[in-house]
């Protein structure tokens, strides 16, 4: 950002509650179904139809609100808020405008900018407030690209009434790698709650930023523009990026900041503007006819909040403490409930937490990587007998790797795999040193050398007795043996 200013930043994220049917009505949820194929009379809004509200949705949206400290009403009122668009048959949506669902809350997450390769510096603890989170429905989807006729717009309607969960933070970023930090806190502590899927890509979890800028050191806001549907935390973060330093240019060069909605083009790296910004009373709220007050119980709240599980911040400092790990290594190992469940149950088995932390980091997510798959072939308990292995002696470093890219591949158990291919790791220092006395017989020249100085050539000789032995000899014995007899 350019010195001497300051960005504002607050976002409005939409999470998808994970339920089967949709908010006031029995149709399905799925992804990817035939256009228009999950729609009824209640979510295409025709007369006559009322809307039944999902049990099940309130469920979930109380435990992500419990998550993120934010107070359940007892008491909460939908309303319609109205307005027109193709996506939005009955010209209005089902949300929450003056009483929501839950509101005023604090959460502490873990954020840090970065370099230019997108690389974390230093992480740091920061305290972000969430205004409300409210219960509403989903509107339908327009579509431009990739249809019959492209001059034509075409309709989906399979989203319309699907359970959202908003979360408003207030506007407490200051750049874009907090916003970033921020969703990806939010994506992350949802998913471990089972409340959301947190595929952006399927529009499951979706952002509005608003953004303005202001001189270093000012009290008041500027006037702010509206990015909306950013559906992929690179996307957010670039398109923060380019709005922040469009405002700053406009400003610098004597031009208004116009209070106004604008859409990200990923391709051309710019926010375009779509429409002026709607206010509040634009939208016309007034309490859904149709829908009683949603009342909830302190005996409800207490229950559900005891249904929460370990959330990934707390887990986080729990790994840090418990397994001495260091903070970006935990932060990488909590991001998903499934890779911190398989670490632990890793570490558990193989009784060396920080081994099994490398071995999960490097070789488990670079084969998942390459594989192009979430789920691993290698059960837990697998990994953890192979760090055994290693740290028994019976295998080493090397042949572990090896080992393991067979795991993950045939799904074969660490010791099954190791007694077919006869990888039994020599440690007796008798048949290490025969095999030992024949390379300093064979390399006359070298041991010369070495003792007359060129120390260096140690590396030359295990390389030798390695070769020699198929691998197989403890490359720590080797070392202590050469370096007996190397020196006479």
Request: hydrophobic share 40%; charged share 25%.
């Amino acid at each position: 950002m350019k010195e001497g200013w300051e960005a504002v930043i607050g976002l409005e994220v939409h999470a998808q509650l994970r339920t089967a049917s949709k908010i006031f009505c029995a149709c399905s949820t799925a992804f990817g179904d035939e256009p228009n194929a999950n729609t009824c009379p209640v979510c295409l809004g025709l007369p006559g139809a009322l809307p039944v509200l999902n049990r099940e949705a309130v469920r979930l949206a109380g435990k992500a609100a419990l998550a993120l400290g934010l107070r359940i009403n007892p008491e909460s009122i939908f309303a319609r808020k109205n307005y027109f668009y193709p996506d939005l048959p009955k010209g209005y949506q089902i949300s929450q405008y003056d009483r929501p669902f839950s509101e005023r809350g604090v959460v502490e997450i873990l954020t840090s900018e970065r370099d230019a390769g997108g690389h974390p510096r230093e992480w740091r603890l920061g305290r972000i407030g969430i205004t409300r989170a409210h219960i509403e429905e989903d509107a339908g989807k327009s579509l431009h690209e990739g249809v019959a006729d492209p001059t034509k717009s075409y309709v989906n309607l399979n989203r319309s009434g699907t359970p959202l969960l908003e979360i408003v933070s207030e506007p407490d970023f200051r750049s874009s790698w907090e916003a970033y930090d921020y969703v990806s806190f939010l994506r992350r502590t949802l998913q471990y709650l089972g409340v959301c899927d947190g595929n952006m890509e399927e529009g499951n979890l979706r952002c509005d930023a608003n953004v303005s800028v202001r001189r270093q050191g000012a009290e008041k806001f500027g006037t702010k523009a509206e990015v909306k549907n950013l559906n992929s935390l690179r996307f957010l973060q670039r398109a923060l990026d380019y709005e922040i330093e469009r405002q700053i240019a406009l400003l610098e060069a004597g031009g208004e900041v116009v209070q106004e909605t604008r859409l990200w083009n990923e391709r051309e790296g710019k926010t375009y503007s779509m429409r002026s910004k709607e206010n509040a009373h634009d939208y016309r709220y007034f309490p859904e006819p149709d829908l009683p007050p949603l009342e909830v119980s302190a005996e409800w709240i207490e229950a559900l909040r005891g249904e929460l599980p370990e959330l990934p911040e707390a887990r986080r400092r729990r790994l840090i403490r418990d397994y001495d790990l260091s903070a970006e290594d935990a932060h990488t190992l909590t991001a998903q409930r499934e890779l911190a469940d398989y670490y632990e149950a890793a570490a558990a088995v193989s009784g060396n937490a920080r081994a099994a932390a490398n071995w999960v980091l490097t070789e488990l997510l670079r084969e998942l990587k390459a594989a192009d798959v979430t789920a691993s072939r290698v059960p837990a308990a697998d990994l953890g007998a192979l760090i055994k292995l290693i740290d028994g002696g019976t295998i080493s470093g090397k042949m572990a790797k090896e080992v393991f890219a067979e795991m993950f591949a045939t799904g074969a158990a660490p010791a099954e795999i190791v007694r077919a291919r006869g990888l039994v790791q020599i440690t007796d220092e008798g048949a290490i040193g025969q095999v030992v006395d024949k390379v300093i017989e064979a390399n006359p020249k070298e041991l010369g050398q070495y003792r007359a100085g060129k120390t260096a050539l140690l590396g030359f000789f295990v390389g030798q007795v390695m070769k020699a032995s198929g691998g197989k000899a403890n490359p720590q014995v080797v070392n202590q043996i050469l370096k007996r007899k190397l020196e006479g």
